[in-house]
């Protein structure tokens, strides 16, 4: 696969997780990590994979509920949620991460590990983590000088 359809494969799934449903409503679509690598989301897209051995553990219920409530903090960040509830499957990105059970991983637009975490975390907890980021806080310096 060229470099040009990755980064149309991106775009599109950055626009299912950014194009808005109504005028007040953000259409909350995770994107299962299937044939996708992380490096596909490198420099344009903050990765945050949620893992669990089955779609029906409670914590990634609880997790993913945690996401769709707020997910319109997570968009102005450029976050692309990713699940990968399926072990027997071993995408790149599970094979890449090796969690064990249910783990919450934020990865940065530069392709570095912020937070892992075994229990779920509410959005505001994830946005303070983002916003403390390197290329987040250059990102709010940038938007405070209208760049």
């Not at 775009?11 to 194009?19: E, G, Q």
């Not at 994830?126 to 209208?146: C, F, H, N, V, Y």
Request: hydrophobic share 45%; glycine share 4%.
């Amino acid at each position: 696969m060229g470099k040009g359809e990755n980064m149309f494969r991106l775009f599109a799934l950055i626009l299912l997780v950014a194009l808005p449903a109504h005028a007040d409503d953000e259409i909350f679509t995770p994107i299962p990590a299937g044939d996708h690598q992380l490096e596909d989301f490198l420099w344009t897209a903050r990765p945050l994979v949620v893992f669990a051995d089955s779609p029906n553990d409670p914590r990634f219920i609880q997790q993913m509920e945690f996401l769709a409530d707020q997910s319109k903090d997570l968009i102005t960040r450029d976050v692309v949620v990713i699940t990968d509830t399926m072990p027997d499957d071993a995408s790149a990105i599970r094979e890449d991460l090796r969690p064990r059970g249910f783990m919450l991983v934020l990865i940065g637009k530069d392709g570095a590990i912020y937070l892992r975490k075994a229990t779920p975390w509410r959005v505001r907890e994830l946005t303070r983590s983002i916003d403390k980021m390197p290329i987040r806080q250059q990102e709010m310096d940038d938007m405070r000088a209208g760049l």
